[in-house]
């Protein structure tokens, strides 16, 4: 039992109230364990979800064809998909390896103009943090980019950006960038009150501040938004194959011309499987890495 | 146990650092009349405490001997080439540890790296956070971040040192613990101080000098020497002259309600 009087000639605090605060933040920094947290609750739900899907498709695939060729033409069963499409996985000019070698321009593409969208998306935001006026000029045109139906504008891009790697990675960066822009800004912007006061009193110039205090507040919301414009990079990698023929060609183009002949139905929906694969992926890997980011000190990086 | 080797002390602080306001008012842009003709000043080696409602101004008062805060009308007279502030919530910037921000007013001031890491181990011993240097601030208690904020501020030795209720948090023995290490540490540097706090006893404890301040808008309706010596025991409490202060300022500080 600490009495008063063991403290006024202490000096260190008293054993029991360093053991209180040590004891304490080790629970309040544990993630909240939820139900369904275990190795069950987190894989089977998505695995039933996934046989419903396959059950479903199916029995659509049955229902709504009488002949066997109107259905491999329009929708084939699954499993002709996989045969069909996938098969053979290491022939070069068909199947998996086909798709895989358009896959790797798409990949090419969506992380170059994701890498693009952040850098420019974060130095675009930074200059409209610095002033209101800026920020007033700018915006409307982030918006705008935003907005813009890309693909009717696409003879504009071809004649500005040509019709190869440009004005694909030109694609994936107006889609991508609004959401670095957006995020960051607010990031910026959300900067507490004190602690500008306390960078003033240090009197820390415009760049100091940006550097340690502002982008650090930033950090989660960026991370959050290079979580969106990844998904959205995806898109714009595969949309922009629909609409440029030169260049190195992606997964987009194998998809559009298997489009064009009903015999192709099982190479196109494996082509648009293999794509949205990568988007998953593309989800998974940039969350694990924003999240790791700041993951330290940011409560967020407690969940999920 | 000083922060800072007592040579270097010698030469980083100026010894006429001192605080004065004249005729001070505030009036906030929106019409909110907040402070009205304080006049007082503190010198080196006095430690000058306000205590009154909340609202009364008091962290305005602070904000503006800062200069964080300008439009006042008056005198407002600071040395602010080295000024400490503790702020009424701990401020800690979240993606740093302890010890970095501990060295964050230190690196701000462009003090190399050996020697801000060297006062800020000093610092972090100063408050009894030793031990918890790699912590980030979501894994402290609210009285460490409390003590880190002030072991942050300490780093650089100021002259006048600006207290806004930073022990207003915390549990009643932390906070006699860090009064007690305050003016140890105040009888060794001799900074000017300016504190403010809830606590009328906390107040006669630690102070030369107590200032009561009345609703807003805040004006000085009480103005008491403390008689007690630099040497304060902790059982200074429990004395009778004690006692009857702490009565006197607090009748003030219901007339001040009033
Ligand atoms: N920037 C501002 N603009 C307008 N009014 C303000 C501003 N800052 C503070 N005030 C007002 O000035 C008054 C004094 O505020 P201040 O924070 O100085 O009070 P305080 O004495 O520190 O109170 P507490 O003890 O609760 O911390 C309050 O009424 C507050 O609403
Ligand atoms: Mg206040």
Known sequence: MTT?????SATALPEAAIDDETGAPATRVAPVKRAGDGFLGRFLPPAIMFAIFIGVWYLYSTLAFDQAFQRRNALPYPHEVVVDGFLPLWDPRQGTREIMGYMWPTIKVTLLGLGISIVVGVCIAVVMNMSRYFERAIFPYAVVAQTVPVLAITPLLTQVFGDK???RLAVVFLIAVFPIITNTLFGLQSTDRLHHDLFTLNKAGRWTRLWKLELPTALPALMTGIRIASGLAVIGAIVADFFFNQGDKGIGFFIRVRQQKAADRPDMLAGTITASLFGVVMFLIVGAITARAIRDWHDSANHG | MSVVDESLDQAARDTTARLRFDGLSMVFPDGTHALEDISFSVAPGEFTTVVGPSGCGKSTLLRIASGLERGYTGGCDVDRDSIGYVFQDATLLPWRTVQRNVELNAELHHVDKDERQRRAAKAIELVNLTGHEDKYPKQLSGGMKMRCSLARSLVLNPGVFLFDEPFGA???ITREFLNNELLRLFALE???ALFITHSIAEAVFLSTRV?????????????????FGAERPHDLRFEPAFAELCGRINDDLKGAHA
Request: net charge negative; charged share 30%; hydrophobic share 45%.
């Open chain 2, 170 to 172: 915390l549990d009643e």
């Open chain 2, 211 to 227: 200032l009561v301040m009345s609703a807003r808008p805040g004006r000085i309706i009480g103005d008491y020497e403390v008689p």
């Open chain 1, 165 to 167: 790697l440009g004005v």
């Open chain 1, 4 to 8: 008063v009087d063991d403290v006024g």
């Open chain 2, 190 to 192: 001799k900074f000017a």
